[in-house]
């Protein structure tokens, strides 16, 4: 950043993590809901009685929810993101973890973007390998021991 033109001030940052793993509800044997529960230790219920048969109440068509919860470090909040989608043209459960900082808890000095980055990177990796934890997590390395050019996150 030339700084003999101006001082840095910015006004935001934000480091986002875009995470899919492929799941096609119509012909998957697990319903939507308990596959959030058991391979990404989310839950979301909606009440079985809005629904003509109780089984429709785990099977949404579409998802998409969004929780935003405050941080200490880095300073800011940390936005989870969890919806249906593609990837690679085939349906997938999409997650973004994303960490951000505004106003004044933006660093004003390009010294302390690492930190900051190394803060929001943490958060972001303790949010991807708590969710992913267990069989789905083993999936992941097994896929990376088998594919060298496919890493899990460094």
Same mark, same amino acid.
Request: a negative charge; aromatic letters at 8%; zero cysteines.
């Given at each position: 950043y030339p700084t003999e033109i101006a001082k *840095?001030?910015?006004?935001?940052v @934000? *480091?986002?993590y875009i995470d899919a793993v492929a799941f096609d509800s119509a012909k998957s044997q697990v319903p939507l809901l308990r596959f959030l529960r058991e391979s990404l230790h989310t839950g979301i219920d909606l009440e079985p009685l *809005?629904?003509? &048969?109780s089984e429709e109440?785990?099977?949404p068509l579409g998802l998409?929810? @969004?929780v935003t919860y405050g941080l200490d470090k880095p300073k800011g909040a940390v936005v989870l993101t969890v919806a249906n989608g593609t990837r690679s043209g085939s349906p997938a459960i999409i997650w973004e973890t994303t960490v951000i900082s505004k106003g004044a808890d933006v660093p004003n000095e390009i010294e302390q973007f690492g930190t900051w980055l190394d803060g929001a990177h943490a958060v972001s990796d303790n949010y991807f390998f708590t *969710?992913? &934890?267990g069989e789905l997590l083993r999936s992941f390395e097994a896929k990376s021991d088998a594919d060298d050019t496919s890493p899990l996150r460094d």
């Amino acid at each position: 950043y030339p700084t003999e033109i101006a001082k *840095l001030k910015p006004s935001q940052v @934000t *480091l986002k993590y875009i995470d899919a793993v492929a799941f096609d509800s119509a012909k998957s044997q697990v319903p939507l809901l308990r596959f959030l529960r058991e391979s990404l230790h989310t839950g979301i219920d909606l009440e079985p009685l *809005l629904f003509a &048969r109780s089984e429709e109440a785990q099977s949404p068509l579409g998802l998409n929810l @969004t929780v935003t919860y405050g941080l200490d470090k880095p300073k800011g909040a940390v936005v989870l993101t969890v919806a249906n989608g593609t990837r690679s043209g085939s349906p997938a459960i999409i997650w973004e973890t994303t960490v951000i900082s505004k106003g004044a808890d933006v660093p004003n000095e390009i010294e302390q973007f690492g930190t900051w980055l190394d803060g929001a990177h943490a958060v972001s990796d303790n949010y991807f390998f708590t *969710l992913v &934890r267990g069989e789905l997590l083993r999936s992941f390395e097994a896929k990376s021991d088998a594919d060298d050019t496919s890493p899990l996150r460094d």
